[in-house]
């Protein structure tokens, strides 16, 4: 079957750095999304990785290994309004998407 | 980017009614078009594949005679939930994305459903 693994939720303090992991077993690959949900809100797209590396824009970077089936998305300069959570999304061999159970996010002051 | 609009935004209906949703792409044509229900403190929950022109496809456990989705035009998709009951109060949220394969989804506002 298909699967992609994040933590539930994890903790951090405002201004620190935090790196959500996603890991996925999925029937062939073609790109992984992270996306933004703030409580009682559609998700909003964050990045999209497709080679293996780093993409960074701003604040936000996102890391791809395909052959370890592993992606991470750092988020640096925390704020408060980062609070929410985030969504791993794996796109399969058919161009499904393939949704992680997300990872809620809470920053501390 | 690529523009989904949802209407209405929340809805309250009463027990046995029904309630339609719609989802509409302003900016592309959407072949196809994904509902997803999400419960409070759960991630998306894809519920049906919406192809213009024909039937559904719907996922594992979703009722498609409660459930009816209507994908009639390339930019317009709807779900109706009929003969609602408390149960079915959740968020529904409807996603397009832009004819490629391998781009972003894009959602719409998503409904907040409220059954009485």
């Known amino acids: 079957g298909q699967n992609i693994d994040q933590p539930t939720e994890m903790t951090a303090t405002e201004g620190a750095i935090v790196q959500i992991n996603c890991t996925y077993q999925?029937?062939?690959?073609?790109?992984l999304f992270w996306y933004q949900q703030h409580a009682g809100e559609a998700p909003t797209f964050l990045s999209y990785?497709?080679l293996d590396g780093l993409e960074e824009k701003g604040r936000f970077s996102s890391f791809l290994s395909r052959s370890k089936g592993y992606s991470y998305l750092l988020l640096k300069e925390l704020q408060m309004k980062d609070s929410a959570s985030y969504l791993c999304?794996?796109?399969?061999?058919?161009?499904?998407?393939?949704w992680g159970a997300g990872t809620k996010l809470i920053i501390k002051p | 980017g690529a523009v989904v609009s949802q209407h209405p935004s929340w809805v309250i209906c009463k027990s046995g009614t029904s309630v339609k949703i719609e989802c509409r792409s302003l900016?592309?044509?959407?072949?196809?078009m994904f509902w997803y229900r999400q419960f409070p403190k759960q991630s998306l929950m894809l519920m049906a594949t919406?192809?213009?022109?024909?039937?559904?496809?719907?996922e594992q456990g979703v009722e498609k005679d409660k459930f009816l989705i209507n994908h009639a035009s390339l930019t317009l998709s709807t779900l109706t939930v009929t003969s609602a009951h408390p149960e079915d109060s959740s968020f529904y949220i409807c996603?397009?994305?832009?004819?490629?394969?391998?781009?972003?989804?894009?959602f719409g506002q998503g409904t907040r459903l409220t059954v009485v």
């Open positions: 999925t029937s062939g690959f073609n790109g």
């Open positions: 900016d592309f044509q959407a072949t196809t």
């Open positions: 919406s192809n213009e022109g024909s039937k559904a496809t719907y």
């Open positions: 990785n497709v």
């Open positions: 996603s397009a994305r832009v004819p490629g394969g391998d781009t972003e989804a894009f």
């Open positions: 999304a794996v796109v399969d061999s058919n161009y499904q998407l393939i």
